[in-house]
């Protein structure tokens, strides 16, 4: 990363998830924090709310972008809520306001972030997420990872190569 900007790594994940998911949300959020990074996610529910909170507990910065015109449906760990008015097409704002995204679980709105992020040669590490294969049996080159540690750890390395 050549900029003096502080590093910004997604997440992405459904607005409602398992407690084990959340678990693993707000361990993601608290170790971006930890590295001193600014957490961006689509500042709802479920592994948004989770992840927030983490990186709020850590003393991190939060960016919410949220799909309507309300501050006030961003959830309380958000401190920079942004609205868009844009529905669901916010999502592209997500990964494009990120370095790098971290998707957990996941929807379809998972899925749509992780597909922006691919198109856009921004990296993707996944946890607990889709896999996915193109028509001709290929693998998208999504970073697997099997802890919240690892998972943050291959974000920052992906955008410092």
């Known amino acids: 990363m050549t900029s003096n900007r502080q590093l910004r790594i997604g ?3 459904p607005g409602t998830a398992s407690a084990e998911t959340l678990a693993l949300a707000q361990e993601v959020g608290a170790q971006i924090a930890r590295l001193g990074a600014v957490l ?3 500042g709802l529910g479920g592994v948004m709310a989770a992840a927030a909170h983490g990186a709020r507990q850590a003393g991190g910065l939060t960016v919410g972008i949220v799909p309507g015109t309300d501050p006030e449906d961003a959830n309380d760990f958000i401190d ?3 609205v868009t008015g844009m529905g ?5 704002l997500v990964v494009r306001s990120s370095n790098a995204v971290i998707a957990i679980a996941g929807s379809y709105g998972t899925l749509s972030e992780m597909a922006v992020a691919l198109k856009l040669g921004i990296p993707v590490v996944g946890l607990g997420t889709w896999e996915l294969r193109g028509p001709d049996g290929s693998e998208p080159p999504i970073l697997r990872a099997s802890t919240p540690q690892e998972a943050v750890a291959k974000a920052v390395e992906a955008v410092r190569l």
Do not use: T
């Open 11 to 13: 997440v992405l994940g």
């Open 40 to 42: 961006v996610c689509g």
């Open 80 to 82: 920079v809520p942004i």
């Open 88 to 92: 669901e097409a916010r999502n592209v």
